[in-house]
């Protein structure tokens, strides 16, 4: 039977098999780029996924077991955060995406899916976190190009931009 | 003669999001007529001027998350008068780019901007010529603001749009025009944000893993777990088809010994090539990495003196003090963030190969004999995948995505596994280094030998090579061997000798450069030889080398890095020996990799108990001469010197039993957010120097500090790394 999951906020039907990771139907089916494959085993955070505003990691989810859970990714990303702040609109970007251009945090960029992600979680349930808490929290998130230190400094100025916005 | 897919398409659109690397790739063009690169002697090589007062520059060197791209684009729009959104920069592509060697060695700028700046500058004299014309006023009264041209007292303009407009410059390249003088830069030598990044972080930027071919099939190579020994390869016994009945619709595909499987479905690829049950031949077993350097120091080796300067034995005579230091340096991965990934659609007559190469003419050269076909009916395409840091596994994955296509006959995109990633790279080679110096009564350096056992680089990628191309080293020459840049090259010393023992590359795992490469294995042993012999001497190591260094520019960058460091004057060596405690130590180092000056302040901490060493803070300074984007520099600095923690702490291919057996992030740790040192970016500008090399020169200096900042702490000079917990903890109790 084809399965249907809510992208987005968006109701799409899937012709994968249930036991396909989510990963795969995300970017072949769906055609989305904003997660990707970095390692297949949980352990990168490349994959990365809000399911129900929880980060999860698509390479190792079966599709089948997020039927019906709201699934965001990198793309809905701004949406999420305009219906988790209330806004009417949804900004161009997440706080959190502009920090990053503001410390020009990035270097290949291809770990900044799970970044952008795993940060946005962070934000959305401790919106002044201390450098211990973000180091905490980011943790199982690889970056080879070593960006580590800049990361840090976006998401205390997103921390920073989001305040702004709620006063 | 350029007619390039990008002028036809919307401008404004393209660069709404950053520009250059939005370009859509005409993903596959003709294959017929692939005779590129075109002339490098032409001006329509290098630059297009569009109607609307844009310009596309072709560079050769590619994009590597380093930044180059967005520099090089400076230097253009610099000698043209234009804003840096006019100009964007085209895809890298055998047909169209001129050839430019390698994006190598953090070569790109310091090749690339000399190279572009009088392109640049000779189409911006044709482009004044035209407007002189046109506007009725000699070239010397005329003024040019992005592109847009005015005679002094006139009010009529002209832009170069409307000058050229998509037309040709159909000039000679003759690199005869002046280019400006630095004194009136308004781009080069200030930071510029990168361009590719809003596309980045909203997640429309396609890297390689997201194109496709209509038509394709996705591929997935199938190898035993782990590479053996270079030469022993990888043998198949037996094939057992069955295994993957269950799995409808996917094809096995050979050719010698490599083996891969293809799917309309990638996840059925996915699993077909781990479920495939194939016998390989049992290889001859690896030494294991606790008996590797052992045997690297007894094998038989072609030894070569790579220097010899004065005479070392008198110059030992007159020493006071002497010290020698020893660095076992491991196998490190590459480890690409993302697996390599390619895209092929190989026909009879034609192929086009899409892949994230170092060098898209290199490749083809290395295709052709591969798939039956001359270079001329080759294209390759550059698409960005994730950072390399080097020549990890990209020719690989496209030679197996090309051999797949040509066997299924139709286009595949095959992408590695991360166990194909981390098994099969061509990691940076392991070495034995032994170094011995001495200083005379005044603490100046007087003798000076080091001896680096490696072997080189394999020359033939893994695809191939099971195809039935036999393994072979890569000719010996450039950085592979001892350099003598870091080997105390930055010191004034009359008696030097350093001395290569070449090991048979065959009988190790396969290597390849990794960003600085064996640069971090000289600087751990010869800067901790030099701190030996300060503290011998009774000298501040800042003091000591300040004494033992005539050169302005390594001066330059130590002073400055000092600076950054508030280093105080001291001797080294633990303050205190209280056992429980956690120790504190700062070391300095220098290092380089080709041309640039590093130089670096490490603290760190040591537990004792546990043997574990945090690194709390770095410092690295370059002097890369004239910097064209100091803010993408400084982002290099701190990717060198994180990096290097990663390199210094926890970074070792294990190959015990036979095979390589670090696959993946768990058995192959690299640094994480919580272990993150704080890390300062320290930039020595250099107005009217060349621009050279910025992507590597701290780690050298960096690693050489760490291991420094080891001994300030703990009083134990160590002599390997990764400095794992178990290894620290036998050195202190030793
Ligand atoms: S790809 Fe999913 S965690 Fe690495
Ligand atoms: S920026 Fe390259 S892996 Fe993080």
Redesign the pocket.
């Known amino acids: 039977m084809a399965l249907s999951i809510t992208v987005n906020a968006e109701r799409r039907e899937i012709s994968a098999t249930p036991d396909t990771p989510l990963l795969y139907v995300l970017t072949n089916e769906l055609k989305l780029t904003g997660p990707r494959f970095g390692c297949g085993l949980a352990q990168c955070g490349s994959c990365s996924v809000l399911v129900d505003g929880v980060e999860r990691r698509a390479c190792v989810t079966p599709v089948a077991a997020v039927a019906g859970r709201a699934i965001t990714t990198l793309e809905g990303l701004p949406a999420w955060h305009a219906g988790q702040t209330g806004a009417k609109t949804p900004p161009a970007m997440h706080p959190l995406q502009q920090a990053l251009i503001d410390e020009q945090a ?7 899916n799970g ?1 952008i992600i795993k940060g946005a979680e962070l934000l959305s349930k401790t919106p002044d976190p201390t450098d211990a808490q973000i180091r905490k929290a980011m943790n199982g998130h ?6 580590y230190p800049r990361i840090i400094k976006a998401i205390h100025r997103a921390a920073r931009l989001m305040a702004g916005q709620r006063t | 003669m350029i007619a390039p897919t990008e002028m036809l398409l919307p401008r404004r659109d393209l660069l709404k999001l950053g520009g250059a690397l939005l370009i859509a790739f005409p993903l596959i063009g003709r294959a017929a007529d692939q005779s590129g690169p075109p002339d490098a002697k032409q001006i329509d090589t290098w630059l297009a001027i569009h109607s609307d007062n844009t310009a596309t520059l072709y560079i050769g060197f590619v994009e590597l ?1 380093q930044g180059s791209s967005t520099g090089l684009a400076q230097v253009a729009a610099e000698e043209l008068d234009l804003g840096m959104d006019q100009i964007t920069v085209a895809p890298v592509d055998t047909q169209r780019s001129p050839n430019q060697g390698g994006t190598y060695s953090s070569a790109a700028i310091q090749r690339g901007r000399p190279q572009v700046a009088l392109a640049a500058a000779e189409a911006r004299a044709a482009l004044m010529s035209l407007a002189a014309e046109r506007l009725g006023a000699p070239v010397t009264q005329l003024r040019v603001e992005r592109g847009r041209i005015a005679a002094e007292g006139s009010a009529a303009t002209v832009t170069y749009g409307e000058l050229l407009g998509n037309r040709p410059f159909s000039l000679p390249f003759s690199g005869q025009a002046r280019t400006k003088p630095e004194s009136q830069y308004r781009l080069v030598g200030h930071p510029v944000p990168r361009r590719d990044l809003p596309a980045k972080v909203l997640g429309v930027h396609r890297y390689i893993q997201h194109h496709r071919l209509p038509g394709m099939l996705h591929g997935r190579v199938v190898r035993p777990r782990g590479q053996a020994a270079y030469g022993a390869g990888a043998r198949i016994l037996s094939i057992d088809e069955t295994s993957i009945r269950h799995l409808q619709g996917v094809r096995v595909l050979r050719r010698g010994d490599f083996l891969g499987v293809v799917a309309a479905d990638e996840w059925l690829a996915v699993q077909a090539a781990q479920a495939l049950r194939v016998i390989w031949e049992k290889p001859p077993a690896l030494p294991g990495q606790e008996g590797l350097h052992a045997q690297m120091r007894a094998a038989k080796t072609d030894d070569r003196v790579a220097l010899e300067r004065g005479a070392l034995d008198a110059g030992f005579r007159d020493a006071v003090h002497v010290r020698t230091q020893a660095c076992l340096g491991p196998y490190q991965a590459h480890a690409s ?2 697996p390599h990934c390619a895209l092929a659609d190989v026909k009879p007559d034609a192929a086009v190969v899409i892949a994230s190469t170092q060098d898209v003419f290199g490749l083809r050269r290395s295709l052709a004999p591969l798939l039956g076909l001359a270079q001329e009916q080759i294209r390759v395409q550059y698409a960005e995948g ?2 390399t840091y080097g020549h990890s596994c990209y020719d690989d994955a496209a030679q197996a995505a090309a051999l797949l296509s040509q066997l299924a006959g139709a286009p595949v995109r095959c992408q590695f596994m991360r166990w194909d990633e981390h098994g099969w790279d061509t990691y940076g080679p392991a070495h034995v280094g032994e170094v011995r110096a001495a200083v005379t009564a005044e603490g100046k350096l007087c003798a000076y030998e080091y001896h680096g056992w490696q072997h080189g680089w394999s020359l033939v990628e893994t695809s191939a090579q099971l195809t039935g191309t036999a393994a072979a080293p890569w000719p010996a020459s450039g950085p592979q061997g001892v350099n003598p840049l870091d080997a105390g090259g930055m010191y004034d010393i009359p008696n030097v000798k350093l001395v290569n023992h070449w090991l048979p590359a065959l009988d190790y795992l396969r290597g390849a450069w990794l960003r600085s490469p064996l640069d971090l294995s000289f600087s751990f042993a010869s800067e901790q030889v030099m701190d030996a012999l300060a503290h011998a001497a009774g000298l501040d190591p800042l003091e000591f080398r300040r004494r033992n260094i005539r050169d302005a520019r390594w001066l330059g960058v130590l002073d400055a890095v000092a600076k950054a460091a508030d280093w105080t004057p001291r001797v080294v060596g633990p303050r205190s020996k209280s056992r429980g405690k956690v120790l504190h130590g700062r070391g300095l180092g220098l290092g380089t990799h080709l041309v640039s000056h590093g130089a670096a302040v490490a603290d760190i901490e040591v537990d004792p108990a546990t043997g574990r060493v945090r690194i709390t803070q770095l410092w690295g300074a370059i002097d890369a001469g004239f910097i064209v984007n100091p803010a993408n520099v400084e982002s290099q600095i701190i990717g060198q010197l994180v990096q290097t923690a990663s390199r210094m702490l926890l970074e070792e291919v294990t190959l015990d039993g036979g095979r390589v057996q670090s696959l993946d992030w768990s058995s192959y740790p690299i640094l994480r957010f919580e272990d993150c040192p704080e890390v300062t970016p320290v930039i020595v500008q250099r107005p009217g120097e060349r621009s050279t090399g910025a992507g590597e020169e701290t780690m050298a200096a960096a690693a050489g500090a760490i291991a420094n900042a080891f001994f300030d702490a703990t009083g134990v000079r160590l002599d390997r790394y990764p400095m794992t917990p178990e290894r620290v903890r036998k050195a202190l109790h030793a």
Do not use: K
Not at chain 1, 142 to 147: E, K
């Open positions: 990035l270097q290949c960029g291809y770990c900044y970044m690889l970056c080879r190009c070593g960006t | 998350g963030f993302a994730a950072g």
